[in-house]
């Protein structure tokens, strides 16, 4: 699931989107990745179509979500969240959810945040900056 491999990364969603629709047993991350599935409903005809969606490129300037990224991103939330890592990161979810009064549009909030910071660290060629992070989240917060 975590390959650095589109193809593979890719793949993990199909499969076990594919899974459950026929209603076969799913392994935890599989469970997973079929909760943020089924709570976003605009991507799940994209996986039915393995052939056109594996390849496609996604190209933002254009208009084009990224549904890989969207929930791939949403699966780095629920890991930090579930091993408060970085420390502090699951108090401050509870704030947003408080804030939003919605844990998936807290999670979005995060998102937004996560892939923030993950830019500026392919951009600067730096390490992760939990404190940027966190200052992202507090500001989010502060947002109705």
């Known amino acids: ?8 990364h890719r793949r993990a969603f199909v499969d076990a989107w ?4 026929s209603g076969q047993p799913l392994d935890p991350v599989e469970a997973q990745i ?13 996986l039915t179509d393995p052939d056109r969606v594996l390849q496609r490129d996604f190209v933002p300037a254009l208009g084009d979500e990224n549904p890989f990224l ?3 991103l949403h699966i780095a939330i ?6 408060d890592r970085p420390v502090g990161i699951r108090r401050l979810h509870q704030t947003l959810t408080a804030v ?5 549009t807290a999670e979005h909030r995060l998102m ?8 500026r660290v392919q951009h600067d060629r730096k390490p992760f900056d939990d404190k940027d992070y966190f200052e992202c989240i507090q500001h989010a917060a502060s947002r109705r």
């Open 112 to 119: 937004d945040c996560l892939a923030a910071g993950l830019w």
């Open 100 to 104: 939003t009064g919605d844990p998936h």
């Open 34 to 46: 079929v909760q943020i599935v089924r709570m976003h409903p605009q991507y799940q005809n994209a």
């Open 18 to 21: 594919a899974k459950a629709r």
């Open 78 to 83: 629920l890991e930090q969240l579930s091993t």
């Open 70 to 72: 969207h929930m791939g």
């Open 1 to 8: 699931m975590f390959s650095s491999d589109r193809q593979t």
